[in-house]
Antibody, heavy 122, light 111 residues
Framework: QVQLVQSGAEVKKPGSSVKVSCQASGGTFSTYAIGWVRQAPGQGLEWMGGIIPIFGTSNYAQRFQGRVTITADKSTTTAYMELSSLRSEDTAVYYC???????????????WGQGTLVTVSS | QSVLTQPPSASGTPGQRVTISCSGSSSNIGSNAVHWYQQLPGTAPKLLIYINNQRPSGVPDRFSGSKSGTSASLAISGLQSEDEADYYCAAWDDSLNGLWVFGGGTKLTVL
């Protein structure tokens, strides 16, 4: 059974960066896309982008282009999401999720990580 | 403003049947499968329905999904108090380089 465990909560200043990790265990890592989805307080889900580790290529939502970098380390089966130039509106819970089938970003997500709260405040 | 449109709220009494709609366009629901996620309070989303109407193991058959054209719906029959949660539809969108789009979520209240 695949499990995704994310890093802990972060408090960041406006203008800084945050890097959230997502470690996978219990299944194949490299061939399955990992996506990142965020949820602002009281709001819905928003896809930020994803990566298929074996290809090493990332796909980003247009609104985050230039601010988000998604990477993966196959040796530690860990994916990372780094968001820069943080502003208060980036305060949210950030989730990683694994695609259900290999080799494509367009397969539905299952399972999800537990979420990481990132608070941006001066 | 979410790409997929869901009603913000729905409600029903125990035992009732409720449906939640999800409306999209030709680039997402019209050409790709719809998936549904359930988010219980304070927890991560959980897959509820995949490829329009498939239930993962462990999901009760009270939950069902359907899709027609650029719209989809989730039905919950025999409503139970533990079904009180937020429900999100999602679909892959073929715009640009491709991206995931979600509905704004529907908060289901069991009266």
């Amino acid at each position: 059974q695949v499990q995704l465990v994310q890093s802990g909560a972060e408090v960041k200043k406006p203008g800084s960066s945050v890097k959230v990790s997502c470690q996978a265990s219990g299944g194949t890592f490299s061939t399955y896309a990992i996506g990142w989805v965020r949820q602002a307080p009281g709001q819905g889900l928003e896809w930020m982008g994803g990566i298929i580790p074996i290809f090493g290529t990332s796909n980003y939502a247009q609104r985050f282009q230039g601010r988000v970098t998604i990477t993966a380390d196959k040796s530690t089966t860990t994916a990372y999401m780094e968001l820069s130039s943080l502003r208060s509106e980036d305060t949210a819970v950030y989730y990683c999720a694994r695609a259900s089938l290999p080799a494509a970003m367009s397969n539905w997500f299952d399972p999800w990580g537990q979420g990481t709260l990132v608070t941006v405040s001066s | 403003q979410s790409v997929l449109t869901q009603p913000p709220s729905a409600s029903g009494t125990p035992g009732q049947r409720v449906t939640i709609s999800c409306s999209g366009s030709s680039s997402n629901i019209g050409s790709n499968a719809v998936h549904w996620y359930q988010q219980l309070p304070g927890t991560a989303p959980k897959l509820l329905i995949y490829i329009n109407n498939q239930r993962p193991s462990g999901v009760p058959d009270r939950f069902s999904g359907s899709k027609s054209g650029t719209s989809a719906s989730l039905a919950i029959s025999g409503l139970q108090s533990e079904d009180e949660a937020d429900y999100y539809c999602a679909a892959w969108d073929d715009s640009l380089n491709g991206l995931w789009v979600f509905g704004g979520g529907t908060k289901l209240t069991v009266l």
